[in-house]
T-cell receptor
Framework: GENVEQHPSTLSVQEGDSAVIKCTYS??????FPWYKQELGKRPQLIID?????GEKKDQRIAVTLNKTAKHFSLHITETQPEDSAVYFC???????????FGTGTRLTIIP | GAVVSQHPSRVICKSGTSVKIECRSL??????MFWYRQFPKQSLMLMAT?????????EQGVEKDKFLINHASLTLSTLTVTSAHPEDSSFYIC??????????????FGEGSWLTVV
């Protein structure tokens, strides 16, 4: 089955700086890679996703890059703000199939 | 956007009793829903796939007799934790995807249910 690894597990960034979270996956058949933001005790919220037919996708301050050959993808948050503090999860799966394998999560803290 | 609702959000039960958690898709029909378990400060671990009208598919290591899943309609899946023990205390969360064409692949999560077994 799919195995997703995520690094780092914790990340502290000064407000205004950029944050980068990286994930690797094992199953070359995976073609859908969403990122979720989860605040304590709440549901994960999709913040951005990418399919394997593109290498990069951007939405305002958030971007995701995908390297299919190396089987890794990264989340980039620029101009970080205190409200970006949360736990972020990457996931891998197949587009059209709801089954996702999640990474272990990264606790991002933005320092004011 | 599509909404998945979960109930109850918090439940405390005595050891040995059973607890039912509901997951509803509010504005779409879901033939498949997923149940996850999340321990504090850990990732979401897939427990089982809930299939409307048929048996659930359980992930390796998940006891199907302990975690009963019923998907009786296209908008409702239930997870029953039977003979609960303190080690079953966890955050349980469900997910579903809006299958309508044009809805993309966004997978929606329920609010989650905190289960505490005392």
């Amino acid at each position: 089955g799919e195995n997703v690894e995520q690094h780092p597990s914790t990340l502290s960034v000064q407000e205004g700086d950029s944050a980068v979270i990286k994930c690797t996956y094992s199953d070359s058949a995976s073609n859908y890679f969403p990122w979720y933001k989860q605040e304590l005790g709440k549901r994960p919220q999709l913040i951005i996703d990418i399919r394997s037919n593109v290498g990069e996708k951007k939405d305002q301050r958030i971007a995701v890059t995908l390297n299919k050959t190396a089987k890794h993808f990264s989340l980039h948050i620029t101009e970080t703000q205190p409200e970006d503090s949360a736990v972020y999860f990457c996931a891998a799966g197949n587009f059209g199939n709801e089954k996702l394998t999640f990474g272990t999560g990264t606790r991002l803290t933005i320092i004011p | 956007g599509a909404v998945v609702s979960q109930h109850p959000s918090r439940v405390i039960c005595k050891s040995g009793t059973s607890v039912k958690i509901e997951c509803r898709s509010l504005d779409f029909q879901a033939t498949t829903m997923f149940w996850y378990r999340q321990f504090p400060k850990q990732s979401l671990m897939l427990m089982a796939t809930s299939n409307e009208g048929s048996k659930a598919t359980y992930e390796q290591g998940v006891e199907k007799d302990k975690f009963l899943i019923n998907h009786a309609s296209l908008t409702l899946s239930t997870l029953t934790v039977t003979s609960a023990h303190p080690e079953d205390s966890s955050f349980y969360i469900c997910s579903a995807r809006d299958p309508k064409t044009g809805a993309g692949n966004t997978i929606y999560f329920g609010e989650g249910s905190w289960l505490t077994v005392v």
